[in-house]
């Protein structure tokens, strides 16, 4: 399996660039953030696009080589963000592997936008918009993935 290590320079560009589409693709009144991979995606998007309404749908997925694509969804969304099966609302994740949470996302909010920044070729297909994309065989280490912070500083390019 491949590691792609992303820098917090590296994703709060690739982020920006997210934002900078997704102004195309509005406008959106109120935002979701898919925890907790989609918390910080999500900050810098609502600063870029302006949005100041912005919920949580709390997940926890069971990814490990045993277990694929198994999703708990451990909180919903407000009804506000849920009426009108979510038309206007901006769903942000970090990335779509299986595409098993954003199949769940899509059944709860059939109208709503959904981005992630990064997106593996099963997940890819099922996400409204998305940065770049990475192969199914690897794994991406993000900047606040635990642990991570006591390694070695990672090269600009963000690629080891
Ligand atoms: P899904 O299979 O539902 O598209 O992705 C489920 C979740 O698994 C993602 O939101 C993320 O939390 C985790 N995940 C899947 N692939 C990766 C990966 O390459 N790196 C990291 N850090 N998490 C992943």
Not at 90 to 112: E, H, M, N, Q, Y
Request: charged fraction near 20%; aromatic fraction near 10%.
């Amino acid at each position: 399996r491949k590691a792609f290590h992303v820098s917090w320079d590296q994703f709060h560009r690739d982020a920006r660039a997210l934002a900078w589409r997704l102004s195309a693709s509005g406008p959106f009144y109120g935002m979701v953030a898919v925890t907790r991979g989609g918390l910080v995606p999500a900050a810098i998007v609502a600063r870029e696009l302006n949005l100041r309404l912005i919920d949580t749908f709390c997940v926890t997925s069971y990814v490990d080589e045993n277990v694929r694509g198994q999703v708990k969804v451990l909180k919903g969304v407000s009804p506000d963000i849920g009426r009108d099966e979510g038309s206007g609302v901006l769903v942000v994740d970090d990335l779509a592997d299986t595409g098993a949470t954003v199949k769940i996302v899509r059944a709860l909010l059939p109208k709503a936008h959904i981005a992630t920044v990064y997106a593996k070729p099963l997940g890819g297909p099922l996400v409204d918009t998305y940065i770049t994309e990475v192969s199914q065989d690897t794994w991406i280490y993000f900047p606040w993935d635990l642990g991570l912070s006591f390694q070695a500083p990672i090269s600009e390019t963000g690629r080891v």
